[in-house]
C-alpha cells in the first residue's frame, strides 16, 4: 500500500521526496494533493477534512492520513 | 426551465453570493467567461450534443435558486440538445461578443444560469462560455474540460450518461450535505467565534485613504495583465524551494507586503478563495464550493522576505486552511462589520491562485482562457496563474477607488517586490520597494518675487526709499509712514545697541501698539537679533519659562517676571548705529499640548524665501493693506507684517476690535479697505456668517491655516457669491514656516469639503515617507517632512530635542528636515492631503472617519447651530455619536446625515446638549461630553426596562414578530438595530422574501442595511404600498 502512495504522490510531486520530506519541499501545492488524493480514494461518498489535512506537515504525514482514508473507506466509515 | 425540477441544499458560501448580488448594481459581477479552444474539426452539432451530455452530468450547471420559505436551490432537468441556445458568431466577432456577453445579466431564479456561443472561421473552433459564480468555481474547470473532451469524442454512451447522471446527482447532494452539516457544527461555530475575536483586533487600512473615499461603488473594474519572464518564474519556483513555501505562499506574502505599504499599515489582511470540497467525488463536479476567506498576518518591515514568507505568512495561510469549514457568512455574523455598504465587509484586496489544466493542442479541448468581466468585486484583486513554466499575473482594481495613477503605483510594487523578493529573499521586506522619484517631492507652485536682499530688514529698507510717504502701519489712531518707520527703527536700534545687543541675541517684545511692536521689531532684527513675542496675558510662570528657556536678557515692554531688563521703545532712543546681520529672526513656542512648550528659533533664510514667496503668491504691493489679526506670538504675525512691508503695502491693526468680535471685525475690515487677512480655521466659519451682508469690495485674499479645513455649505457660498476673493488655506507647523497652499476661488467647479493642503510653496521640499521609510508613491499614506528652504535652525536650549525633530535630508544626502508627525498623502494629481497626526485617528469600524466632515454635515441640517462629534467605547466597539446645540430634531438630523454619510460615518446616538464645552486650552471638551451622554443612556435604560414594546401601527407589529421568530427573541424593538440582536444575513434574507410575498414590496438589501430597525423596514412597506 505504502509504495502506491508513493508512486500516485511522485505522478505530482515536483522533487525527490521521503517520508520525512515537508509536503511544500517535495513540490506539492494545495491543488496537487487533491490530486493525490482523488487518485488514491476511489470512493465518491468518502468525506475529506481540509482542515485537519492541514496540519499535515510531511509527505509521511499525508499517507499516514490517506492510510486513515483508505482504512475508513473498506469499513465504510467516512473520516 | 421545467418543472419536475428538485429542491437541493444551499451551501453559506451560496447564500452569501446570493446576498450580494442583491447589493450590488453590477449584477454581472459575478459572470465567469470562458474562452474554450476546440479543435477546429468540432462544429456546432457536434458541440450542441457534447454540451447536452455536459449538462446531463453535471447536476450543478442545472442549479437555479428560489428564496421561499427558505432560500435554496433547484436542480432543473436536463434539456436536449434542441432546446440549448447556442449563439453562432463569427471567429472575428470573438472580442465584440466576449465584450458584450459578459455583461449578460442572468436571471438567478428562472436560469439557465450559463450562456453558450460558437465561433468558427480561419481554422478555430471556440466556445465561449459565460456561467454565474453561483454554480461555478475555480476548481470546477477541470471537471468541466475533461466532461467535455470525453463528450466530444464520444466517449459517453447514453446507459453511461444515464449512470453518469445519476451517481453525479447524488454525489452533488452528498457534497451540499456535508457542508451543510460542518457549517452547522459546533466546532465550525467556535471556530468562527474565535477567528472573528483574532480579526477584531487587527486594524485594518484601506487603500488609497483619502478624505471622502466613496463608500461604495459600481464595481467597475479595470484589469492590467503580465507574464513574468523565464528567470522571474524560475527564481520564484527556487525561492519557494528553499524556503519551504508553495508559490501561493510566496506571492501572499508580497502582496501583503505591498498591501501593507500601500494601506500605510503592518498589519495584512487579504482575503482569497479556498477550495471547501469534502467528499471525493466532488472533485469530478462543477459547483461553487468555495470559500472565501481572509489571511491575516504581520509585517515586520525589517524582518528578511525569508523569514517573513516562511515564520509570519506561511503559519496564517496554514490556520485559514485549518479553518477552511467555517463560512464567511458566519464570520460576518461574529464580527458584525458595517454592511450599509456594498463593499466586501471583510477584507478589501483578494489574491486568486488558479489551477493549471492538462490541455494539449492536439486534444478535443486545446486550451482555455479566463476573460476579466470588467467589474472589480475588490478594491484590489490579483490573480496568478502558472502558464507554460512562467508566472502569469492579472491585476483587477475598482476604479472609482483606485484612480489609475494610484493603481499604477500598487502594480509598480508589485512587479518590483515580487523580482526583488525571488531573486534576493535575504532583502528585508520593507527594501523590496523603492523610492517615488525625488522630483515629485520637490514640485512647488513656483510662485516667486525675487529678494532683492538676503536680509529682511535691507528689503524694507530699500522698498521704503522707494515709497517714503506711503503709510507703512495704521492704527485707529495713527499711520506711520516708511519713511518715519524707518528713522524710528534705527534710532530704536541705536538704543538696543548702547545695551550691547548684537548679532545672536534674543530679545523679548511684548505686543502694544502695532506701531511701536513694528518699531521694535525692525529695530531687534537690525542689531541681528532675534525677538521673542511675549503676551502679557499668558501665565506668569509660563512666561518666565520662556525669559529663562531663552536667556533673554532685555524685554521691549512690561511684563509680571524676573530677570531681564524691561525697557519702553521711548527708553531705546538714541543716535542710529550701522546694522549689524544675523542668521536668527525669532523665536516662537508651539503651544505645548504635549509636555513643556518648545521654543523654536527661525532663521532669516527661511524667512527671506517665505517672503519672496508670499509677496508673489498673494499679489502683495504698494495697494496691499493687511490687517494684522494673529497673536504675536503666533507665527502668522510674522506673514502679516514683514511681507507686507516689503512689498510697500499697509499694515492694518486690529485694534480696537477685540478677536472674537466678528461682526466688529467684518465691520474694521470693510472700514480700512483691507485686502488681505489671515485667519485660523476655527474661525473662518464664525467670520463668513457675520459677513452675509458685506460685499468686501476691496478684500482679495482670506487665507487660513492651524487645522485641517473642513469647509461647509455657507463657507463655500460665501466665496462663490463673491468671486473677487480668493480663499488660501495654508499648512505649515512653527518648526518651518508656512509650507504648502490649496487656493480655491469662484471659478473652481470642486470645493472640496476637506480642502486639501495642496503644493509646497517655493524653495520648499515636501517628502511624504511611508511605513517602508520610503518616499512615498501617489495614494501612499506617510509622515510628513519638510525640507529645503523652511526647516527652523531647532529647539532652543534643547539639542536633544532638536536632533530627533531635525534630522538630515537622507533623501537629497544635504540639508535638513523637519519631522512633522503628521500624517499626509499625495492624491493622484500630486495635491497633498492631510490625514491627521500619527496618533490622533478616529477609526470607526476599521473605517478613518473625520470628526470635522461628520460635524460639517451636520451644521448644514436647518436647526442645528453647532455640532460635535466623539467616538465612544461600547462593549461591542467604537461608535460615533454626535450632540448637537440648536432646536433640530435628533431623529431629523440623523436621518439627514444617512443620506450624506457613509454608514460607518453616520453617528449612532445623537445628544442635544444646551452648550458645548471647552477645555481650559479653548480646545472642544469632547470628554465631557461623552460622560454627559453615558448618563443619559444609563437613565434611558433605567426607562425601558420592564416596558412592553410599543408598535406605531400593524405593520410594525407584523414585522416585529417575524423578526421575533427569526431571531428567537421574545421582543424586538421598533427602533433598535436588529443586527444588534444579532441579525445574520440569511434572516434578512428569508424576512426580506417574506416581506415581498405578504406586502408585495421588494425591498433592496442594501435599503435595509442603512436602517435596520423594525420602524424603517415598516416605513419603507408603508411609503412603497402608498
Redesign the interface.
Given at each position: 500500500m505504502s509504495e502506491d502512495l508513493d508512486d500516485v504522490i511522485a505522478r505530482y510531486a515536483t522533487e525527490p521526496f521521503d517520508d520525512g520530506t515537508p509536503i511544500a519541499e517535495a513540490g506539492l501545492v494545495s491543488i496537487s494533493v487533491f490530486r493525490v488524493i482523488t487518485d488514491v480514494v476511489t470512493d465518491p461518498g468518502v468525506e475529506i477534512d481540509a482542515g485537519r489535512l492541514a496540519d499535515a506537515r510531511t509527505v509521511g504525514d499525508l499517507k499516514a492520513w490517506l492510510r486513515d482514508i483508505l482504512a475508513g473507506q473498506a469499513t465504510g466509515d467516512a473520516a | 426551465m421545467k418543472a419536475t425540477a428538485e429542491v437541493s441544499l444551499l451551501t453559506e458560501s451560496q447564500r452569501s453570493l446570493l446576498l450580494i448580488d442583491r447589493m450590488v448594481s453590477a449584477r454581472h459581477m459575478y459572470n465567469l467567461v470562458m474562452e474554450i479552444e476546440l479543435a477546429p474539426k468540432f462544429g456546432v452539432n457536434e458541440l450542441r450534443e457534447a454540451l447536452a451530455t455536459l449538462l446531463e452530468i453535471q447536476p450543478g450547471l442545472r442549479q437555479t435558486f428560489a428564496d421561499l420559505p427558505r432560500p435554496h436551490a433547484v436542480l432543473n432537468p436536463c434539456p436536449s440538445p434542441e432546446e440549448i441556445v447556442v449563439d453562432i458568431e463569427r471567429i472575428d466577432d470573438l472580442p465584440q461578443l466576449v465584450a458584450k456577453t459578459r455583461t449578460h445579466e442572468f436571471d438567478l431564479y428562472e436560469g439557465p444560469l450559463y450562456r453558450f456561443a460558437h465561433l468558427s472561421g480561419d481554422g478555430r473552433s471556440v466556445l465561449l462560455l459565460v456561467v454565474h459564480h453561483l454554480i461555478f468555481d475555480g476548481?470546477s474547470v477541470r471537471p468541466l474540460t475533461n466532461d467535455l473532451t470525453t463528450a466530444l469524442s464520444g466517449g459517453f454512451s447514453a446507459d453511461e450518461r444515464t449512470a453518469l447522471r445519476t451517481?453525479r446527482e447524488a454525489?452533488f447532494q452528498?457534497e451540499l450535505a456535508?457542508q451543510v452539516r460542518v457549517e452547522a457544527d459546533p466546532k465550525t461555530v467556535e471556530k468562527a467565534a474565535e477567528w472573528a475575536r483574532e480579526l477584531r483586533e487587527r486594524s485594518t487600512a484601506p487603500l488609497y485613504p483619502r478624505p471622502h473615499r466613496p463608500a461604495e461603488t459600481s464595481f467597475e473594474g479595470t484589469r492590467v495583465d503580465w507574464v513574468l519572464d523565464a528567470d522571474e518564474s524560475a527564481a520564484i519556483d527556487a525561492t519557494?524551494?528553499d524556503l519551504?513555501?508553495?508559490?501561493?505562499?510566496f506571492f501572499t506574502a508580497v502582496y501583503g507586503a505591498v498591501i501593507g505599504r500601500h494601506s500605510a499599515t503592518s498589519s495584512a489582511v487579504l482575503g482569497s478563495p479556498?477550495?471547501?470540497?469534502?467528499?471525493?467525488?466532488?472533485?469530478?463536479l462543477c459547483g461553487f464550493f468555495v470559500n472565501t476567506l481572509p489571511i491575516h498576518f504581520d509585517v515586520d518591515w525589517t524582518r528578511p522576505f525569508a523569514d517573513h514568507a516562511s515564520t509570519a505568512v506561511r503559519p496564517a495561510v496554514?490556520?485559514a486552511?485549518?479553518?477552511?469549514?467555517v463560512p464567511f457568512s458566519k464570520l460576518v455574523a461574529h464580527l458584525r462589520p458595517d454592511r450599509s455598504t456594498n463593499r466586501n465587509p471583510l477584507f478589501s484586496c483578494m489574491l486568486a491562485m488558479q489551477?493549471t489544466l492538462p490541455l494539449s493542442p492536439d486534444a478535443p479541448v486545446r486550451s482555455l482562457v479566463e476573460h476579466g468581466n470588467g467589474t472589480a468585486k475588490f478594491d484590489l484583486w490579483l490573480g496568478v496563474w502558472p502558464v507554460d513554466g512562467r508566472w502569469r499575473l492579472a491585476v483587477e482594481y475598482d476604479h472609482e477607488l483606485l484612480p489609475a495613477p494610484v493603481a499604477d503605483e500598487i502594480i509598480g510594487s508589485l512587479r518590483t517586490a515580487i523580482v526583488r523578493a525571488a531573486t534576493t529573499p535575504d532583502t528585508p521586506v520593507g527594501a523590496l520597494f523603492e523610492d517615488r522619484s525625488r522630483s515629485e517631492s520637490s514640485r512647488t507652485d513656483e510662485e516667486w518675487a525675487e529678494p532683492p536682499s538676503d536680509s529682511l530688514v535691507e528689503w524694507v529698507d530699500g522698498t521704503a526709499a522707494g515709497t517714503p510717504h506711503a503709510a507703512a502701519v495704521e492704527t485707529a489712531d495713527r499711520t506711520i509712514t516708511y519713511a518715519e518707520l524707518v528713522t524710528a527703527s534705527r534710532r530704536t536700534a541705536g538704543g538696543l545697541a548702547q545695551r550691547g545687543v548684537g548679532a545672536g541675541d534674543i530679545v523679548g517684545v511684548c505686543a502694544q501698539d502695532l506701531v511701536d511692536t513694528t518699531v521694535a521689531i525692525l529695530a531687534i532684527l537690525r542689531r541681528g537679533a532675534a525677538y521673542l513675542p511675549l503676551d502679557a496675558t499668558l501665565p506668569s510662570h509660563r512666561l518666565q519659562y520662556m525669559i529663562d528657556k531663552t536667556r533673554c536678557e532685555l524685554v521691549i515692554g512690561e511684563l509680571d517676571v524676573t530677570g531681564p531688563e524691561f525697557v519702553t521703545i521711548g527708553d531705546l532712543d538714541a543716535e542710529p548705529v550701522a546694522d549689524d546681520k544675523g542668521s536668527s529672526a525669532y523665536v516662537m513656542f508651539s503651544s505645548g499640548s504635549t509636555g513643556s512648550p518648545k521654543g523654536i528659533e527661525m532663521g532669516v533664510g527661511p524667512l527671506v524665501n517665505l517672503t519672496a514667496w508670499q509677496i508673489a503668491a498673494l499679489e502683495m504691493d504698494a495697494s496691499t493693506r493687511f490687517v494684522q489679526y494673529a497673536p504675536l506670538g503666533f507665527d502668522v504675525s510674522f506673514q502679516e507684517i514683514i511681507p507686507t512691508l516689503a512689498a510697500g503695502g499697509t499694515v492694518i491693526s486690529r485694534d480696537p476690535v477685540v478677536r472674537a468680535d466678528f461682526p466688529a471685525l467684518v465691520e474694521r475690515l470693510a472700514a480700512t479697505a483691507t485686502t488681505h487677512v489671515y485667519l485660523p480655521v476655527a474661525a473662518l466659519g464664525a467670520f463668513v456668517r457675520a459677513a452675509q451682508d458685506e460685499k468686501f469690495t476691496d478684500l482679495r485674499y482670506v487665507c487660513v491655516s492651524g487645522e485641517q479645513l473642513v469647509l461647509d455649505d455657507v463657507s463655500r457660498d460665501f466665496f462663490v457669491q463673491r468671486p473677487h476673493l480668493t480663499l488660501v488655506n495654508l499648512y505649515g507647523p512653527t518648526e518651518t514656516h508656512a509650507v504648502t497652499t490649496h487656493r480655491l476661488g469662484a471659478a473652481d467647479a470642486v470645493w472640496p469639503v476637506h480642502v486639501p493642503i495642496g503644493v509646497p510653496l517655493t524653495g520648499v521640499v515636501a517628502y511624504v515617507v511611508d511605513v517602508t521609510g520610503h518616499l512615498a508613491p501617489a495614494g501612499v499614506q506617510g509622515e510628513l517632512l519638510l525640507g529645503g528652504r523652511c526647516p527652523a535652525k531647532g529647539y532652543i536650549g534643547d539639542p536633544e530635542l532638536t536632533e530627533r525633530g531635525f534630522v538630515p535630508d537622507r533623501f537629497a544626502g544635504n540639508g535638513t528636515t523637519y519631522r512633522t508627525g503628521d500624517q499626509v498623502l499625495r492624491d493622484e494629481h500630486g495635491v497633498l492631503v492631510f490625514l491627521g497626526r500619527t496618533d490622533e485617528q478616529v477609526k470607526i469600524r476599521g473605517y478613518r472617519v473625520e470628526l470635522g466632515e461628520v460635524e460639517a454635515a451636520a451644521n448644514d441640517v436647518p436647526g442645528v447651530r453647532r455640532a460635535v462629534a466623539a467616538p465612544r467605547e461600547t462593549d461591542s466597539g467604537r461608535e460615533l455619536v454626535l450632540f448637537l446645540v440648536g432646536d433640530a430634531d435628533p431623529a431629523a438630523v440623523k436621518e439627514r446625515l444617512t443620506g450624506r454619510l457613509p454608514g460607518y460615518a453616520v453617528p449612532a446616538r445623537v445628544f442635544v446638549v444646551d452648550a458645548v464645552p471647552y477645555t481650559s486650552n479653548g480646545k472642544v471638551d469632547r470628554t465631557a461630553l461623552l460622560r454627559g451622554a453615558e448618563d443619559a443612556i444609563a437613565a434611558e435604560l433605567v426607562a425601558a426596562a420592564g416596558q412592553v414594546c410599543e408598535y406605531l401601527d400593524d405593520v410594525e407589529r407584523e414585522l416585529a414578530e417575524m423578526w421575533s421568530e427569526l431571531l428567537e427573541q421574545p421582543n424586538v424593538e421598533r427602533e433598535r438595530s436588529l443586527l444588534e440582536y444579532g441579525a445574520h444575513s440569511l434572516q434578512v434574507f428569508t424576512a426580506l422574501a417574506r416581506v415581498r410575498q405578504r406586502y408585495g414590496v421588494t425591498v433592496p438589501v442594501k435599503k435595509f442595511f442603512r436602517g435596520p430597525t423594525v420602524a424603517a423596514l415598516a416605513e419603507t412597506v408603508r411609503h412603497a404600498a402608498s
Open positions: - | 476548481m451517481r454525489d452528498r456535508a519557494c524551494r519551504k513555501i508553495t508559490a501561493y505562499e479556498f477550495a471547501a470540497r469534502r467528499t471525493i467525488g466532488s472533485f469530478d496554514e490556520q486552511r485549518s479553518r477552511v469549514g489551477d
